[in-house]
């Protein structure tokens, strides 16, 4: 996924965590991440994140196989 959006030139940061992102709060346009994070799951990241006021686009996705 990074590989394809900076191909587009777009800037893209990564974390390894949910509570990275979170302590970081950086500023973005969109936010695109796994549901199967492992310390909180991506609904959970979400939520944090409106709660602090960010109403960016949210794309949650993952590769699990179960429902």
Not at 2 to 14: G, K
Not at 19 to 28: G, H, M, S, V
Request: with cysteine; glycine share 4%; hydrophobic share 35%.
């Amino acid at each position: 996924m990074r590989c394809l959006l900076e191909a587009s030139d777009l800037d893209v940061q990564t974390y390894q965590r949910g509570a990275d992102f979170l302590k970081n709060q950086p500023e973005i346009v969109c936010l695109i991440t796994d549901y199967d994070l492992p310390d909180i799951d991506g609904l959970e990241l979400m939520s944090e994140w409106r709660k602090r006021g960010s109403h960016v686009p949210v794309q949650i996705s993952t590769a699990a196989t179960e429902p």
